[in-house]
């Protein structure tokens, strides 16, 4: 008799979640970025430059080259090609950092933060239709599997000394 005929909830996801959730989960966070990005093109920024915006509006002391590009999920070397556009751009200014002389601190300009008003405007339109009538205990329990998965994610990156510190983690 297996643990749910008992009347005992089961804990393991059994092999077809195993499989089938996260590619669910990645599809999901894939159409959602997709239509952020056909609402925010209108502003003239890809997918990198607006949640490299975003993650830069987290911080009021600016934020690291690496620290940006590991929240990213991206490699520096990329993020540099990047930020060397979104400077040219107006986007962001880089500045030396005070602790580390090799280091540059990366911070937002005038211009990104009056684009920002409208970026979260969108954002929280976007959210609004995708997450409309779906109960909100639903969306609450979907949230807490969420944060689940990622701090066991986490942990488990951080048990493998992973290079980058965790995204989450730095954004407090």
Do not use: Y
Request: with cysteine; proline share 3%; glycine share 6%.
């Amino acid at each position: 008799m297996n643990a749910a005929a008992r009347g005992v909830p089961a804990t393991d996801p059994g092999e077809d979640l195993v499989t089938t959730f996260p590619h669910a989960l990645s599809r999901t966070a894939k159409a959602w970025r997709r239509l952020m990005n056909v609402r925010l093109a209108g502003l003239g920024l890809s997918q990198a430059k607006w949640i490299a915006l975003l993650l830069l509006d987290k911080s009021d002391e600016g934020i690291m080259q690496r620290e940006l590009a590991c929240s990213m999920g991206i490699e520096c070397a990329s993020l540099a090609g990047l930020l060397d556009r979104m400077a040219a751009d107006g986007w962001i200014e880089r500045r030396p950092c005070s602790t580390d002389r090799r280091a540059k601190l990366v911070f937002l300009t005038g211009k990104s933060r009056a684009t920002l008003a409208e970026i979260h405007r969108i954002a929280r339109d976007v959210s609004r239709q995708l997450l409309e009538g779906i109960p909100a205990a639903r969306l609450a329990a979907c949230e807490q599997v969420l944060n689940a998965i990622e701090s066991r994610a986490l942990a488990l990156i951080d048990s493998n000394a992973g290079e980058c510190e965790s995204p989450a983690r730095n954004s407090g």
